[in-house]
């Protein structure tokens, strides 16, 4: 009896183009390198279905990626109008002596006596 050595690369540890064995995710691509199961799963899925199906997908995710993509557009260009227009509609506001002095007393009423507000530089535009 003579024992017959099983040929090159389909031992239990081989892992050439010949071979059966997976690579650490569980599959292999023709030429032997690893590909991911869970990628492999769709896009085995996605090849099974029919022409019309595959083509009805691609249509409905271009769309549906154009469809954000003029949102998108469509929300910064409004933003920056309504932006835009609030800053000249606040420019524009010119608020009366008598009201400035009201609410300069109404900010310092409450304020101790020995605090002192210097005014020799000129105040930003707030309120209080």
């Keep these: ?3 017959a050595e099983p040929p090159a690369g389909s031992g239990p540890g081989a892992t ?3 071979s ?3 690579g ?3 599959s292999t691509r023709a030429d032997g390198s690893p590909t991911s199961p869970r990628r492999t799963g769709l896009v085995r899925r996605f090849r099974t279905l029919p022409l019309r ?3 009805a997908l691609l249509v409905a995710t271009a769309v549906a990626v ?3 993509a003029v949102a998108v557009a469509c929300w910064v260009t409004t933003r920056d109008r309504l932006t835009e227009q609030l ?3 606040l420019s524009q506001v010119k608020p009366a002596e008598k009201a400035i002095v009201v609410l300069t007393a109404s900010c310092t009423s409450g304020l101790p006596g020995d605090l002192q507000i210097v005014t020799s530089r000129p105040r930003r535009r707030s309120w209080c």
Aim: aromatic fraction near 0%; charge should be negative; charged fraction near 15%.
């Design 87 to 89: 800053d000249t509609t």
């Design 20 to 22: 059966e064995a997976t």
């Design 16 to 18: 050439g183009p010949g």
């Design 66 to 68: 154009a469809v954000a």
């Design 24 to 26: 650490a995710t569980g």
């Design 53 to 55: 199906s595959r083509l």
């Design 1 to 3: 009896m003579s024992t």
